[in-house]
């Protein structure tokens, strides 16, 4: 008997281990039956997957702790049992302010301190002229979007809060908003910045890469309750997940995983774009200037799709920094406990085997992140919003 299972997701590349382990059968194999529902906002799904229309959900990392803690909604507790992407984020701005960015700029263009103090000198020159703020696409109050531009900007003396505007797009709209004019950047994972060069509307500024070696981004999601009662079924999903994961880190792999990804009823855009996501090169300009990193976006490799919980204590501190809910051990120790890697283990029969020492999470800015001392994080950066 197959055990039917309704997982939600946005179209985005970091839903690929979810896509691909339903598209070629890794989930039948483990006797689940899924259908997958392609949704629009961060939103839905979080509300969906928390009353129950969800068994799992494709979810943004910093929502499942904003659930489990009650942040900006009702107070669900969610785990998650399988990372399903680290990093796979930029940011891209219009043709006019990256103009404006290389203007100004005094170093290397793909240094993020030499970029945020040229926008500092952009944002000065706007605000000695009368301008409109500049403001900045990104797609949730609880996202990696939001607190990657946060610390980008603030490292260089920009205000996110004070001297931009920052917006609430959902991802597939952040393309059609930059050519517009609403929003002059976002930060957007794929494929939606690259849709936004090929287009000419975008220049990607930055790989989130740049910004933080090793960001945990989104999750494999299920109410704890749910996975307390379904124990079986969780370990099965992580199973065909990690089964998939590897499948795509396979090279060979990316061409059919790309054309998987590309139906009209899952991402929806040209599988030689998802391709070249995959295999972190792209194209940055819309003059075709190429830009590869192999730390673009991770599915599986380097131990990526093992939850860790400094990860989460790290998207709890950017919670505290920005004024989205007072520090509390206890609330930290919620928080890390989101991020289940003992489940992770269990399913894939490494209990006791000890994980991978993964790599630090790599700021390009303050000190290396210890998660047991948030307070010495945050006393490091000038520019907050704390709440005392």
């Given amino acids: ?21 339903v598209d070629k059968g890794f989930t039948a194999a483990e006797g689940l039956d899924v259908t997958l529902v392609r949704e629009v906002s961060w939103s839905n799904v979080r509300d969906k997957l928390n009353i129950g229309l969800f068994d799992a959900a ?112 959902p991802p597939p709209y952040m393309v059609d908003s930059l050519a517009n004019g609403h929003v002059d950047a976002f930060c957007v994972g794929a494929p939606w910045n690259s849709v936004a060069v090929d287009l000419g509307v975008g220049h990607i500024l930055h790989f989130v890469s740049d910004i933080l070696v090793r960001a945990a981004e989104k999750v494999l999601a299920v109410r704890q309750t749910w996975s307390e009662k379904n124990p079986q079924v969780v370990a099965a999903l992580v199973r065909a997940a990690f089964r998939a994961a590897e499948f795509i880190e396979q090279p060979q792999n990316r061409a059919e995983a ?45 131990s990526a799709a093992r939850p860790d919980p400094v990860q989460a204590a790290w998207l709890y501190a950017q919670m505290v920094r920005w004024g989205q809910t007072p520090f509390s051990p206890e609330a930290l120790k919620t928080a890390e406990a989101v991020f289940r890697p003992d489940l992770y283990d269990a399913a894939l029969g490494r209990e006791g085997k000890g994980a991978d020492t993964p790599e630090p999470i790599g700021a390009f800015a303050g000190p290396p992140f210890d998660a047991s001392d948030i307070g010495a994080h945050l006393a490091a950066f000038a520019i907050g919003r704390r709440i005392s």
Avoid: C
Wanted: charged fraction near 20%.
């Fill in 258 to 302: 790309a054309r998987i990804l590309s139906a009209p009823e899952r991402i929806g855009v040209d599988a030689d774009v998802i391709q070249r996501t995959l295999d972190g090169r792209l194209k940055i300009s819309p003059d075709g200037i190429m830009r590869e990193s192999s730390r673009y976006l991770l599915v599986g490799r380097e």
């Fill in 1 to 21: 008997m197959t055990q039917p299972l309704r997982i939600g997701f946005i179209p985005l590349v970091d839903a690929a281990a979810l896509i691909v382990a």
């Fill in 58 to 169: 494709h979810l943004l990392a910093p929502v499942a702790i904003a659930s489990s803690l009650g942040l900006g909604h009702v107070k669900v507790p969610i785990a998650a049992p399988f990372n399903l992407g680290l990093n796979g984020n930029a940011i891209t701005v219009s043709p006019a302010l990256h103009a404006a960015i290389m203007a100004e700029i005094d170093g290397d263009r793909l240094d993020p301190m030499a970029t945020a103090l040229a926008l500092s000198r952009v944002v000065a020159g706007r605000r000695k002229s009368g301008a409109e703020p500049l403001t900045f696409g990104m797609t949730f109050p609880f996202s990696t979007h939001n607190y990657q531009l946060r610390f980008w900007m603030a490292a260089g003396g920009v205000d996110p809060d004070e001297d931009v505007r920052l917006v609430v797009l």
